[in-house]
Structure formats: C-alpha cells, structure tokens
C-alpha cells in the first residue's frame, strides 16, 4: 500500500540506524533520544487542504548528553525520516488554479553543535522522493475510505507533482536568552534549499520546565520544536513563535504550472508541553499563512507528540 519508495525508505532508516549504532559503539556513541510528531489540520481546524498532513521522526546519537550542544560538529548525529500530503482545498474538484496534489517522503542526517559564543547550530541534508512512487496518494486513500471521507478523485491524482528525487541542505542558527528563571527567548535564521528554497527568520519562547536542557530539532512544516533528547523532569510548558520567510523557489508549487509564490511566507504558534514522571504530551497549533497567489487565506494545523508509560 505504501509503494516500493516507502518501503525502501523504510528499510534506508533501518540500515542507516544499524550503521550509525555500529558506528556509535566504536566512536563511542549512543542511542541519546528518538521522538516522533505528527502534524494535521483534522486535529486543527477540521478541515482536509493544503499542509493538511505530516510525520516527521528524528533519531539522536552522541557520546552524552549532559544537557548542552557539543562545540564541535558531528558529535551529535541526527538521522530523520520525514513524510508529507500536501491537497488542495477540495479532493473531489479541486478550484482552477489551487495547488496540486503532493506526496513526500525524507531521509536525512543533520548534526547539532555550538559555537564557541554560545550560538546553536543545526546542519544537515535530505534526500526527498516526491510523487506517486512514494505510495501516500494510495495510502490516504485507504485512510480516507477507513474513516468514511472522500477520496482524491483521478482527475486530482493525475494532476498530482510528478515522480522526482530531490536533494535539500538545511542551516539553521539560534541563540538562547532568559528572561527570567524559567522563561526563554530563542530568535533564530535558517536558510533552505533544494526542495524548497527560502530563507527564515523567527522567535521561539518557553515558559516553564518541561523541555529545559533538552535537545529539540524542528518541524518544517509548523516551526514547533519536537523534544527528542528529553530530560523527563515533570512539569510544563507553554511555547510560542512566529517567523517569516522569503521563498524563492517550491518544487510543490511549480512556475511552469503558472503557479506565483507570494511575497512572504508566515508562520505564529502555541503549544504546551506535559512532562509526567513517565509520560509525555505535547500539543500545538500553527497558523501558516498563505504559500501561493490565490490561496485565499490560510490554514490551521495541530501537532501531537506524546509517549505514554505505565
């Protein structure tokens, strides 16, 4: 059901998680944290468009962690998998001129570091199967007919982006100020290209415990920041952002199609984090702005993490 490209990328996470384990144990490395967060506007605003699903899943490796980046590049590992739908407004008959139909699948390995000044680093690659091959117009449909909703039409299908792999690099740099004994602001820049070419700049602020001195890697589809390496000390915590970027380039949203990017891409958020003596919860919703002329407006999305433990 998910098509031969899911597969292979499914057993690429495996063999490449085998290797880096491999190679953890002669260097020293260890398994640190594994987190997965699931974003979707049906936990949203209830609607089925656009950004409308997502799973991004990340693996870390590193000699310790001691609740600081390293100061020097490589030492932590990050290898994630990321899946994405992306719709237009309407499955069945889809409006002149709405985007089209979209399915991905990555791959990738990043690291995180920091500079001698205190300044976050987080740097890496993806290798992105996009179109049918990677099977997810087959497995939403599947999903869509188990919870009765209606499917994507052929004619919305056949117009879907085409087979292609892309490669995508990522830089993204931050620093950290507190404000008070448990309230942090995080402004940020990142840069990314490949799939998706733009430049970003943003804010992330924390209020509370859960998620202090913890390695956190970012979502690109809401901004939030998935906890990953967690500390597991009980508390809370309220988040909130914002960025804007400037986008030059989408393979999701091609010029030859006559598609017109806008002239910024915005994104606000809100989430809390639940830190139990086991357990873990994280909620959040992301308004992102509009992504291409004609949109009309733009949409809500909700993200969920948790790990349950009894």
């Known amino acids: ?35 997965v967060l699931f974003v979707n506007d049906t936990i949203a605003d209830g609607k089925d468009r ?22 020097r590049a490589g030492d932590i590992l990050e290898l994630r998998f990321m899946g994405e739908v992306i719709a237009p407004d309407n499955l069945v008959t889809p409006a002149v001129g709405d985007r089209p ?44 007919d188990l919870l009765g909703i209606d499917d994507a039409s052929p004619a919305t299908l056949n117009a879907q ?24 602001l995080r402004p940020f820049m990142e840069l990314r290209g490949g799939v998706e070419t733009y430049a970003r700049v943003g804010f992330d602020m924390t209020i ?7 390695l956190l890697t970012r979502d690109p589809v809401t901004g ?18 914002a960025d804007i970027a400037k986008v030059w380039d989408s393979v999701y949203l091609p010029e030859d199609r006559g598609y017109a990017l806008t002239d910024s891409r915005t994104r606000a ?9 086991k357990s873990m919860v994280f909620y959040g919703l992301t308004w992102l702005g509009e ?18 433990k009894f």
């Open 1 to 35: 059901m998910f098509g031969r490209i899911t597969a292979l990328f499914l057993m690429m996470t495996a063999t490449t998680g085998a290797a880096l384990a491999q190679e953890s144990s002669g260097k020293g490395r260890v398994s640190l944290g594994y987190g």
């Open 50 to 71: 656009w950004r409308t699903g997502s799973v991004m899943s990340s693996r870390i490796w590193g000699p310790s962690w001691g609740g600081a980046l390293p100061q």
């Open 101 to 144: 139909y979209a399915g991905s699948l990555s791959l990738g390995l990043h690291t995180h570091f920091a500079t001698a000044s205190g300044t976050e680093v987080s740097l890496g690659g993806d290798l992105v199967a996009i179109g049918p091959q990677t099977g997810l117009d087959d497995f939403q449909s599947a999903l869509h």
């Open 161 to 184: 982006i085409g087979n292609m792999v892309r490669p995508s690099a990522t830089l993204e740099m931050a620093r950290g100020f507190d404000l008070a004994a448990q309230t942090q």
């Open 208 to 214: 509370g415990a859960a998620g202090r001195g913890e």
């Open 224 to 241: 939030h920041r998935m906890r990953v390496v967690r500390e597991q000390v009980p508390g809370l915590s309220v988040v909130m952002g």
């Open 269 to 277: 958020r809100l989430g809390l984090h639940w830190q139990g003596e």
């Open 291 to 308: 992504e291409f002329v004609g949109q009309g407006s733009g949409q809500l999305v909700g993200a969920l993490q948790f790990s349950l």
